[in-house]
C-alpha cells in the first residue's frame, strides 16, 4: 500500500492510501494538523516501526477502513460511492477482531514517540512542547501494561526519532498542493 499526506491547506491536510489492488481511500480533512509533523503521519511511522497491524494504517492495508477512510470512486455515481463505502465498512467491522486494543497502543505510542522527539529536538520551541508534555507522556507510561511499555527501549526509541525526523523535514517543505508519499 502506498500512503500519500497531501497538505491541502495552510493548517489543513488529507491522507489518501492506494491499495494493492488499486482502491483508493481517503481521510479528508484528516485531523491534528501540525507544520512539523501532523498526527496521522506520527500514527503511520509509529504504526510501521512497531508492527502494530490491527491499528489505522494496518486495517487501511487489509482494505478495511479503519473507521475514518472513505472510498474515493473518481468519476462513478454518488450510489456507487456510497455502495463502496458501506462495503468498505462492512469489510472494517470484520477484519481484526482480536486486535481493536491495537488502537489504544497506536494512539498512547503515538503520543510518547511524539513526546520523545520532540524532546530531542534542537530547536528550543519543540523542546519547550515536550516539556509540556512531559507529565502526560511519563503517566502514560507508567499506566501501560509491562509488555506494552517494553517496546520502548532506547534503540527503538532513536529508530523511530530518525523516520520522525526524515518525514518531518519532508513534511515541513510541502506547499499547498504538495504531498509525500510512503510504502506501507
Not at 102 to 124: F, I, K, M, N
Request: charged residues 25%; hydrophobic residues 40%; proline residues 4%.
Amino acid at each position: 500500500m502506498s500512503v500519500s499526506f497531501i497538505r491541502t491547506g495552510e493548517r489543513r491536510y488529507a491522507v489518501r492510501a492506494t491499495l494493492g489492488d488499486g482502491r483508493v481511500l481517503e481521510m479528508n480533512p484528516a485531523p491534528g494538523f501540525d507544520p512539523w509533523m501532523p498526527h496521522d503521519l506520527q500514527h503511520f511511522i509509529v504504526e510501521k516501526c512497531l508492527g502494530l497491524e490491527g491499528a489505522i494504517f494496518g486495517r487501511l492495508a487489509t482494505g478495511g477502513t479503519a473507521k475514518t477512510f472513505h472510498a474515493v470512486a473518481g468519476d462513478a455515481s454518488s450510489r456507487t460511492t456510497s455502495r463502496l463505502q458501506r462495503k468498505h465498512a462492512a469489510k472494517d467491522r470484520r477484519q481484526m477482531p482480536e486486535q481493536t486494543e491495537d488502537y489504544g497502543r497506536s494512539e498512547r505510542a503515538t503520543y510518547v514517540c511524539w513526546h520523545d522527539w520532540l524532546q530531542h529536538a534542537d530547536d528550543p520551541a519543540l523542546r519547550a512542547r515536550a516539556a509540556a508534555m512531559a507529565s502526560s507522556a511519563s503517566g502514560m507510561l507508567a499506566r501501560m501494561e509491562p509488555r506494552e511499555r517494553a517496546q520502548f527501549t532506547p534503540q527503538r526509541l532513536a529508530e523511530i526519532r530518525t523516520e520522525f525526523q526524515r518525514l518531518s523535514h519532508r513534511w515541513a517543505a510541502l506547499g499547498v498542493g504538495e504531498s509525500i508519499s510512503e510504502r506501507w
